[in-house]
């Protein structure tokens, strides 16, 4: 069965530092793709970056980056240069092939971007 | 091009009430998920349909809830009779498989509150 773990409940990064918020998973099926998701206050879920278990290079979006160690099981999402809009639940998912194709979500981790 | 359509966006009912969710997919999508969202087991996924097929109902929490999808564009999620612990926001999301990357797009979600 499919998993995803974040440890991490909660964090406070001051303005301008990176972040790093961690996220590791566990699946049986060869192929899979990995999800950021960002929910501000107001509570919509923003697509942040995906990572495609074949990809050889880690993926980018602007200021995210998503570090991925495959044989670690782990795709941690990296923040550069943090603002305050920064401040949100941010969550990973995990999307199996097409064996398991649904989407399944992590607990999440509060970030607070301190002024 | 249109999101995800949920509606109602925020409904307060009774104990022992109907509560029926709707949900528009985005034209062309053949997944559909509806996910619930609560402070203590953060996303849950509940049912996700394949091409109107429903594929996996495991997370469905109990017999009062039920879903369907009679067609592309539309989707229920039924709670009958409702109970207090049913209160959480409820989001339905579609995705295509062929697109990359493989990701989901949710709507607002319906903010069901059961008194």
């Known amino acids: 069965a499919q998993k995803i773990t974040q440890t991490q409940p909660g964090m406070f990064v001051q303005e301008k530092e990176a972040v790093t918020l961690d996220c590791t998973y566990d699946t049986s099926d060869p192929s899979y793709g990995l999800f950021w998701y960002k929910q501000p206050s107001s509570g919509e879920m923003i697509f942040l970056i995906y990572q495609g278990s074949y990809d050889q290079q880690n993926a980018t979006e602007g200021r995210y980056s998503l570090n991925f160690q495959k044989a670690r099981k782990s795709a941690n999402l990296v923040i550069s240069a943090s603002q305050l809009g920064d401040s949100a639940m941010y969550f990973c998912?995990?999307?199996?092939?097409?064996?398991?194709?649904?989407?399944?979500f992590g607990k999440g981790t509060r970030l607070h971007i301190l002024p | 091009d249109a999101g995800v359509i949920q509606s109602p966006r925020h409904e307060v009912t009774e104990m022992g009430q109907e509560v029926t969710l709707r949900c528009k997919p985005i034209?062309?999508?053949?997944?559909l998920f509806w996910y619930r969202q609560t402070m203590m087991r953060g996303l849950e996924l509940l049912i996700y349909f394949n091409n109107n097929v429903p594929i996996d109902d495991s997370g469905m929490p109990e017999d009062r809830f039920s879903a369907k999808m009679p067609n592309a564009s539309f989707s229920t999620l039924k709670i009958q009779p409702s109970e207090p612990r049913d209160s959480a926001v409820y989001f339905c999301?579609?995705?295509?498989?062929?697109?990359?990357?493989?990701?989901?797009?949710f709507g607002e979600g319906s903010w069901l509150t059961v008194v």
């Open positions: 999301a579609s995705s295509h498989r062929g697109t990359s990357p493989n990701t989901i797009y």
């Open positions: 998912a995990m999307r199996g092939g097409l064996r398991d194709d649904k989407i399944i």
């Open positions: 034209s062309g999508h053949d997944y």
